[in-house]
């Protein structure tokens, strides 16, 4: 496909499974160019894949740089995701590190590599968040705090990109039936020592949360619906019990959050 096709093009990272996956199958079913960035490649057979590791150096900005030579980038969707069930207290460095790489600094990566591209001619960025980052999940911690900053990572880049055209979006799923739920690296029991059963029942309430939550394909049609809206809002979340949920969570008492978080993750 020449540089200068009239499709709009699609930069994925993370597009080899989940809302990812989904996400690249709405784009090239509806015209789209679309370019996969993630350690694994997406199966359709319409998708360009690029190998890259988020938390790999520049991996992601030089991958970036490779596809702007042959396309016109017109959108970046960032949905790579690392979870850790893990007490703070015995988390090792090198997997909350990791975590960080991949769900944040990744993502600022990508954007840093795409907004020199948009600046003349305006696009969009749209970065998969969680309502974990406004909700705090007990031993899933790592994931909340990274999930948080990545939402005000949103809120502050729409500010500074807004008069260039290039609209930036925070999208908030809640509970999403993916394999993501089995890719959670979880220490096992000898490693967290005195909160064993805790960590035991945290895992399973999320992945019941998680596995009952919304299809992967009804957020890739909100992403789309983003990509192809005029004036897409900075933060938009999935669903209007998700929508509900967070207002609550944001107006309730700290006390009462602290509460259902207690209830929810611990004996």
Known sequence: ???????????????????????????????????????????????????????????????????????????????????????????????????????????????????????????????????????PISFDCFYSSSKAALEMLCRAAYCELKPYNIRVTGLLPGGTATNFTFKRKVYPDEENKSYSGNVNRAVAALANMEQSGMPPSDVAEIIYNLLTTDKPPVIKICGVKNTVLRFVSRVMPEKVTLKINERMFHQ
């Open 1 to 135: 496909m020449e540089k200068n096709s009239l499709k709009k093009t699609a930069v994925v990272v993370g597009g080899s499974s989940g809302i990812g996956f989904e996400t690249c199958q709405k784009l090239v079913n509806r015209g789209w160019n679309v370019v996969n960035i993630s350690r694994t490649p997406c199966k359709n057979s319409k998708v360009h894949n690029i190998a890259a590791d988020a938390a790999a150096g520049t991996a992601l900005s030089d991958a970036i740089r490779g596809v702007s030579e042959k396309y016109n980038i017109s959108a970046l969707i960032y949905c790579a995701g690392f979870s850790m069930a893990a007490p703070i207290e015995y988390a090792k460095e090198s997997d909350y590190r990791y975590l960080f790489d991949v769900n944040y600094f990744g993502a600022l990566q990508c954007m840093q590599a795409v907004i020199p591209l948009f600046k003349n001619k305006g696009g969009r960025i749209v970065l998969v968040g969680s309502l974990g980052g406004d909700f």
